[in-house]
């Protein structure tokens, strides 16, 4: 099989994800592998290595939160994937506050905010699957109309490596 066959299935949605209990001690990471598992009630999964510095903070607290960065904040999301453990912090353009509902970090600088409650984790081959259960959620307006995406979001789609791109406004009602 070749090196990296799950690159078949991208661009994906690239998110960061904040861990720890704000401001003590905390981390940013950057993931692709986020997605819905249920809307009622609501749950996402997030995919983590064991080697991250986030890993090991969401197995301690039991919480992470989903920020979805707009296009404007590329950088940063190289920068939170690419630099490890809390050190990268002080590379970053982010503005970190304490969440609603979890000790993680939101991003005030994201579109939206999910905080979210570990449900359960399990380790699957060289990842954990945490299944987290969304008890906040913020979003700018400027982005979205109540919980719909705005025409004029851009997202950050990873191709891969160092390549991302954008999606194109179109919409198209059928």
């Known amino acids: 099989m070749p090196a990296r066959p799950y ?68 950088r940063e999301v190289w920068l939170a994937g690419s630099l490890s453990g809390p050190a990268k912090l002080r590379e970053l353009r982010l503005t970190f506050e304490r969440g609603r509902r979890v000790k993680a970090p939101v991003i005030r600088e994201a579109v939206a905010n999910l905080e979210c409650r570990v449900l359960e984790s399990k380790l699957y081959g060289d990842h954990e699957l945490f299944i987290g259960e969304v008890v906040y959620t913020h979003h700018s307006p400027r982005a979205y109309d109540d919980f719909t995406p705005r025409p004029d979001l851009k997202v950050i789609l ?12 179109v919409v198209t009602s059928v």
Not at 37 to 64: C, M, N, W
Not at 158 to 169: I, K, R
């Open 158 to 169: 990873h191709l891969s490596g160092n390549m991302f791109l954008s999606n194109e406004t």
């Open 7 to 74: 690159r078949l299935l991208y661009p994906l949605r690239t998110y960061l994800i904040t861990s720890g209990s704000y401001p003590e001690e905390y981390n940013v990471m950057t993931a692709d592998w986020v997605t819905v598992v249920s809307s009622q009630p609501f749950y996402v999964a997030v995919s983590i290595a064991p080697e991250r510095y986030t890993y090991r903070l969401v197995k301690k607290h039991g919480e992470f939160v989903v920020a979805v960065p707009g296009w404007d904040l590329l």
